[in-house]
């Protein structure tokens, strides 16, 4: 290429955590407003002072109202819980001793209002980082947040008026808050990619709840994208592309053009069983994160729920856990929702990286600290008040409760014994309930995989949960850009461990069933059934795209081209097997598939 | 000028939510609020929720609430109650 003289670099590929899956490809609408605004120093004179003054209470007017109408906003969008962080930021605003400071400032200092709203916060977020409570610490980013909101009022340009985007835009920003989120036009958003954030983030549970592509964790994708220039996102690969090349933008685009008639058109296939050619009937269940999910399922087609991640109903909340009452009309809906079909609950899996409880310090190697189970036998009357909400709400519907992060058999004796326990004093208190409550185990530590017939004997089924399970067989985190690349959910110490799971259930009579990120990507999907699971959980947008893969292919040529897989020597191998013969096997899905990056 | 001293018992302390509660209390009164740690001596400004939240004040602190004005007597009841009852948190068994 003859060119070089280009300022900006093209084709510069960002990696990231995949967030939420599918391809976009756009043009940048960067937000770095949200962190630090733009502000001047401005001397007054006493007679302009009054003018400051009463910009400022214009501007904290206007303020509230915006506030107002968001938190509206947001409570009909994303439910109640998300909206609770906007009260703080209400009363923040509403502080006389804060407007006191703000005005005094003004009058005293003789500066313009800017200047008084970003040296007071800076004050103010100075003295909460002195303060020896983590809870406290984290306020300061609400601070921040209602400081930025002022600032931009005051200053007048407000960038974009975010509920009326006229293009079609990707969002690129430091981070996706929640007030953000309810400002944007979300027709014309078509993903976003942030600098901050895993998995669990903010941002990643908003965009799978949104159904758009989103890659998070890229560090500095602000820096380097400004708005205007094109962008391709590649959520499920977890990758972002900037100013991409002709070729590479022609490539995407073939890209999405196949993901897309695979996806989406969600009624399609919704009446239709996930049964391959030769019979073999596989049940796809929904992961659930965001209560307003449920709704949506019967769109998809989820044959009930795999698994109901409990904790991020409240993660705005934290440290405050709901009292029994308010989780208890949670899951009563869910389990009216789910019907026949029926629902697992996760309990609690806090601790870890998903924010950790009032009173736990920060630990040096979270991932393998108390977190999930362990905390909830720690923290035993958090986890009973659980149970006994998930016991009533059981009387309408069919729950069933999944113990997360199980590494030995008295962690699975321990909460039974609490369960049963709970169960007795609701009897003795004449509380009414469901006390047929199936308690499953999740299979994700490698010593639960191990020892999966002693679980089976003492469970009534087992979850695997592989997202988890990848990371701790192969030790590998992957929100760590240094070691993503060694998160291989196709290599064959996974595979011959979920075939290990599979042999154990068989033998031992009890259901097995998988949840995880592997179960929504057709590709590994088919090499999961492959290995003899019978029962998949994912995100329930990737549903039909799954079962129509699943009704591509015949079971019984997986079966034995997965046990050739097993037998390769690394996941490279495996990848390169099933890129060749799931094509040749089923060119009506896999053809048009293949050649993933 | 009325006081007295109260404790802090609901499992989370005076975190956002009873922060809130309080300010939204004390700021129906006429009569100037004010808290004051016990134990650091620190105080706050009751009807700011900025300045409660700095007071850190988790469960078992000890607080002197101070107030002052026409309807002092009134006020002081009331926040006193708040207090007492958790700021109305911890319905049924007091789990959370």
Sequence with gaps: MASSSVTRSRDVKLKGVPASPGIAVGRVLRLDERGRHQFYYIGVSAAQSRMEVRRLREALQEARAQLQVIKVRLAKQLGYEHSF???????????????????????????????????????????????????????????????????????????????????????????????????????????????????????????????????????????????????????????????????????????????????????????QPAETTDGARITLRANVELHTEIESLPLFGAEGVGLYRSEFLFLTRLPELPGEDEQYDLYRKLAEATGEAGANIRVFDLGGDKLTLEGFEAEQNPALGLRAIRLSLRVEHIFRTQLRAILRANLHGRLRVVLPLISTITELREAKRIIADVKQEMAEARVEHNAELPIGVMIEVPAAALMADVFAREADFLSVGTNDLIQYVLAVDRANENVAHLYQPLHPAILRTIAHLVRVAESQQVALELCGEMAADPLQAIALIGLGIRTLSLVPGSIPLVKNAIRSVELQRVRSLMKDAMKLASSREVEELLARELPRQAPRFFAAWSSRA | M??????????????????????RRASQFNSSVKLLREDTGETADGKSILSVLLLAASRGTSLIIKVEGDDEERALNALAELVEQKFGEELSDGVF
């Design chain 2, 2 to 23: 009325q006081e007295r001293t109260v404790t802090i018992s609901n499992r989370l302390g005076l975190h956002a939510r009873a922060a809130a509660r309080l300010v």
């Design chain 1, 85 to 271: 962080i906007l009260d703080a930021h209400l009363l923040m605003l509403e502080d006389a001793r804060l407007i006191e400071e703000l005005e005094h400032d003004i009058r005293t200092r003789r500066v313009n209002a800017e200047w008084a709203v970003r040296s007071v916060a800076d004050r103010a977020i100075d003295a909460y980082k002195q303060v020896n409570d983590s809870y406290l610490r984290e306020r300061t980013s609400d601070l921040e947040d209602v400081a930025t909101r002022l600032l931009t009022i005051l200053s007048g340009h407000d960038k974009f008026d975010l509920s009326k985007l006229d293009q079609d835009v990707i969002i690129v920003a430091k981070n996706i808050w929640p007030s953000t989120v309810a400002e944007l036009d979300f027709k014309r958003v078509l993903g976003f990619a942030t600098n901050s954030g895993g998995l669990t983030s903010h941002s990643a549970i908003i965009a799978r709840s949104l159904g758009i592509p989103a890659v998070v964790g890229l560090h500095d994708v602000t820096r380097l994208a400004k708005t205007g220039n094109s962008i391709v996102i590649d959520g499920s690969e977890g990758c972002v592309i900037l100013r991409p090349t002709k070729p590479v933008l022609t490539a995407y685009l073939a890209k999405r053009k196949r993901e897309a008639s695979h996806r989406a058109r969600p009624a399609a296939n919704t009446a």
